[in-house]
């Protein structure tokens, strides 16, 4: 059986620094689609309106590989359109996205905290890929890995695509040397360190990951660096990377990171970001071996978390 061809190049560039949508159309078996518009007001007018679907084709908006399409063309199953999102506005993240490195290959940021890895849902233009996007005008720029919006530090982005596979796989195959920073409660009878072993599960549209018995499927080092005024600095090294883990494996020490709006409670997740609380945890170091280059590397994040001031 043959796979499905490569989609073409998009027509579009980007807009701010993040990729036009890209919709291929699919059979229509029974009929139901006799024209383009057709189709486009069965799978967007429930989103974004029927009255906006004929504006943006109105708009020249919707564009294939040959221009832009007007609604009224026959349909064909299998081609591609691309269009542009109308993002809602955004509350700019007050803080910079530094460079940490940058080669021919990669990019390596400090990401910020409150500041998303890649667009997703109301988080878009204001997103660390589409950032350094603009900023260092290197268009096709992608994320190897992703950082919790509410975690600040180190992300690394590839620069070519055809060498974004080879990174990914580093982080798939546990070839990153990954160290964090956290600044969570002191507890003078916890015996530390310690190896944390769990099975956590997260679920689609709950904001909090929780832990169940069963096999382990997630691991963190957890070691005491310091303590003063009630307060610890720990450092974190992940074995694994499930979503919210080092969070949830602080939690169920006892030890809930300072200003974590989620563990051990869920806060309103329609509050706005209070940029004056950021979540203290810091992914502060990333080492590996290039698998381009054969390079070894070793970064550090230059930022500090604020509820451990130096001194």
Same mark, same amino acid.
């Given at each position: ?33 006799p024209t383009v518009r057709d189709h486009l007001l069965a799978r967007f007018a429930d989103a974004i ?5 004929? @504006?943006?084709?109105?708009?020249? +908006?919707?564009?294939? &590989? !040959? ?6 063309? /026959? *349909?064909?199953? =299998? ?86 596979? @080879?990174?990914?796989?580093?982080? +798939?195959?546990?070839? &990153? !040397? ?6 969570? /409660? *002191?507890?003078? =009878? ?105 390079? /070894? ?15």
């Open positions: 059986m043959r796979g499905r061809a490569k989609p073409p190049p998009s027509p579009l560039p980007q807009c701010d620094g993040v990729d036009p949508v890209r919709v291929r159309l699919p059979e229509d078996p029974a009929g139901q689609w309106g029927a009255e906006q679907v004929d @504006a943006m084709l109105a708009g020249g +908006r919707f564009v294939s &590989v !040959r221009g832009a399409v007007t609604g009224h063309e /026959p *349909y064909t199953a =299998g081609r591609y359109l691309w269009f542009h999102r109308d993002f809602a506005p955004e509350e700019p993240v007050p803080f910079p996205v530094g460079v940490v490195y940058r080669d021919e290959h990669l990019v390596v940021a400090d990401k910020p905290h409150f500041l998303a890895t890649t667009p997703r849902g109301r988080h878009i233009t204001e997103t660390a890929v589409a950032r350094l996007r603009r900023e260092l005008a290197l268009p096709l720029l992608q994320p190897a890995h992703r950082l919790d919006r509410l975690t600040a530090g180190l992300v690394l982005f590839v620069v070519r695509p055809e060498e974004r596979g @080879a990174y990914q796989t580093l982080f +798939r195959d546990r070839l &990153v !040397r990954k160290e964090y920073e956290a600044v969570a /409660p *002191y507890a003078p =009878g916890l015996v530390l360190p310690r190896t944390v072993r769990s099975r956590i599960v997260k679920e689609r549209g709950v904001i909090a990951a929780r832990e169940e018995p069963g096999e382990p499927n997630s691991e963190s080092l957890v070691e005491l660096l310091e303590h003063r005024g009630g307060l610890g600095r720990y450092r974190l090294l992940p074995a694994t990377g499930r979503t919210h883990q080092l969070r949830v494996h602080m939690n169920s020490l006892g030890l809930p990171l300072v200003h974590d709006p989620v563990y051990p409670v869920v806060e309103a997740d329609s509050a706005p970001d209070d940029f004056s609380r950021p979540l203290q945890l810091l992914a502060g170091v990333l080492e590996f071996t290039d698998p381009v280059t054969g390079e /070894p590397h070793r970064f550090e994040s230059g930022l500090r978390l604020s509820a451990w001031p130096e001194g």
